[in-house]
């Protein structure tokens, strides 16, 4: 009896382990609101799961890079990281910069990927790409990880 308790108690310890080394993969990820992706990601914080860049986060993806610490954080090989000022739609629905939007975008970023944006000229219309070395000397490397699920 004693056996079956211990055994189910280390059953129970590992599960919890399992769970505590969650992983969400971020792949094909071109973003969207970004209040939606504030929300979302603050959710993530709090559940300490480890975040996978395998793929594109673009546009309001990228806020996780803030709202996740960097030790959270690990990129692979595919990882690309893809920063534009916010917009919205002006008259006739053409898209117009929000500088407000753009600004509270850029103060979400870790000091070290806002310098690498400054760099390259700021948050613009165009899209920067943030990818391979450039990355890696950012944000670790992915060791083995069973990611969770997809976060699109």
Request: glycine fraction near 10%.
């Amino acid at each position: 009896m004693k056996f079956r308790a211990g055994l189910l108690a280390a059953a129970i310890l590992l599960a919890e382990i399992h769970v505590s080394h969650a992983a969400i993969r971020i792949a094909g990820d071109r973003g969207g609101l970004i209040d939606t992706y504030v929300d979302r990601y603050e959710r993530l914080r709090t559940s300490g799961e480890t975040v996978i860049i395998d793929g594109l986060c673009a546009s309001s993806c990228t806020i996780v890079l803030g709202a996740v610490g960097a030790d959270k954080i690990c990129v692979t090989s595919k990882a690309a990281l893809g920063f534009h000022a916010a917009w919205d739609f002006g008259r006739k629905g053409r898209t117009i910069t929000d500088p407000d939007a753009t600004n509270y975008l850029y103060s979400m970023y870790p000091a070290p990927v806002q310098r690498w944006i400054a760099a390259r000229g700021g948050l613009r219309p165009q899209l920067i790409l943030l990818r391979g070395k450039a990355l890696q000397a950012l944000y670790k490397p992915c060791a083995q990880h069973s990611a969770r699920r997809p976060r699109r």
